[in-house]
Nanobody, 121 residues
Framework: QVQLVESGGGLVQPGGSLRLSCAAS????????MAWYRQAPGKQRELVAT???????NYADSVKGRFTISRDNAKSTVYLQLNSLKPEDTAVYYC???????????????WGQGTQVTVSS
């Protein structure tokens, strides 16, 4: 069994910053891509940022230059630094990881429970 546990959301004023964390635990043999998604009320879930096992990153155009994704492989943890936050960044943020539980298994998608980020004055 694999779990992803997120933390770090909250209420912040426009222009402020937050740091989200997502730690994977349980039966983990290896982790491939790790990513952050978000879903605003009434909208579809969208990809925010991806960090591959090789270190490559990819960002949605709407967050480039403001958000930074990083990961600590030793801790099986992915982070998202959110700077210069705008009201339109308000959403539930979900982490995602592609995880193999053993050398015999394939990579499967796992999701965190979500953490609320609200940007408002």
């Amino acid at each position: 069994q694999v779990q992803l546990v997120e933390s770090g959301g909250g209420l912040v004023q426009p222009g402020g910053s937050l740091r989200l964390s997502c730690a994977a635990s349980g039966r983990i043999f290896s982790i491939n891509d790790m990513a952050w998604y978000r879903q605003a009320p009434g909208k579809q879930r969208e990809l925010v940022a991806t960090k591959t096992s090789g270190g490559s990153t990819n960002y949605a155009d709407s967050v480039k230059g403001r958000f930074t994704i990083s990961r600590d492989n030793a801790k099986s943890t992915v982070y998202l630094q959110l700077n210069s936050l705008k009201p339109e960044d308000t959403a539930v943020y979900y982490c995602n990881a592609q995880i193999r539980s053993s050398i015999l298994s394939s990579f499967t998608d796992h999701w965190g429970q979500g953490t609320q980020v609200t940007v408002s004055s």
